[in-house]
């Protein structure tokens, strides 16, 4: 499973659990707007980084590719980086000015850092599922070791 709401569905499934249930309707709306924020927005834009600006191109395809041993990785990586791109084009991120791009991922993370404020959680009582998504999600936008568009920003 690569999809990280299909994951917790089947986990949720799997142990008769949902530690969302103390929720309002009014935080689970929210939960599911955060949720595709950072799945529909700031993963692509992530995507984006890593995958289609030059000076991270060459980390990326060390670290992704690292285990494909030279001369193969060479003659594969330009196929797995236009694979990628036509995913990003796909989805519509990649249709995109870097300029356009940067600017999304600079509200989406502004917009999470502004409901986020000075709670410790999305919501009050520890909603894991949002620290799933969210966490990771920004967590590796802003800790990649991979030089960020936004580094200046965060």
Known sequence: MG???LIIERLKEVYQDNPDDHLTGEERGIAVAI???????LYW???YDRWCRTENWATLKDSVLGDIPQPLRAILAPYARRSVKKQLAG???GLRSHAEICAIAQRDISAL???????SYFFWRSSWLNGCHGLFRVSQRLCS???QSNENYA
Request: glycine share 4%; aromatic share 4%; no cysteine.
């Open 3 to 5: 999809d990280s709401s």
């Open 35 to 41: 949720e595709r924020l950072v799945e529909e927005n």
């Open 45 to 47: 834009a992530m995507v």
């Open 91 to 93: 989805h519509g991120m």
């Open 113 to 119: 850092s502004d409901f986020l404020a000075a709670k």
């Open 145 to 147: 070791a991979i030089r």
